[in-house]
């Protein structure tokens, strides 16, 4: 399955990349599960992607940890917002 992952804010930041396709190996169907095999590139990933650290949206609408990834989705990942 391919995706495009598009970052945002600090992970765009931190990661020092602001997009990229990524071939998704076939076991991974979820944003927990694709979190995690992202977190496996190192230390900075590991950081960065954590599910505390990191919202996510699929195809522009903002999606659970437990969403469902297909192929050729979007995936945005971007530093939690917070207002006041």
Request: glycine content about 4%; charged content about 25%.
């Amino acid at each position: 399955m391919q995706i495009k992952i598009l970052y945002f804010g600090r992970p765009s930041e931190n990661l020092k990349l602001s997009d990229e396709m990524v071939e998704v190996p076939s076991d991974i169907s979820t944003l927990s599960e694709l979190l995690a095999w992202l977190r496996l590139r190192g230390d900075n990933w590991a950081q960065e992607l954590t599910e505390a650290r990191v919202r996510c949206a699929i195809n522009q609408e903002f999606s659970a940890w437990t969403a469902e990834i297909r192929d050729k989705d979007e995936v945005a990942l971007f530093s939690p917002i917070s207002g006041g």
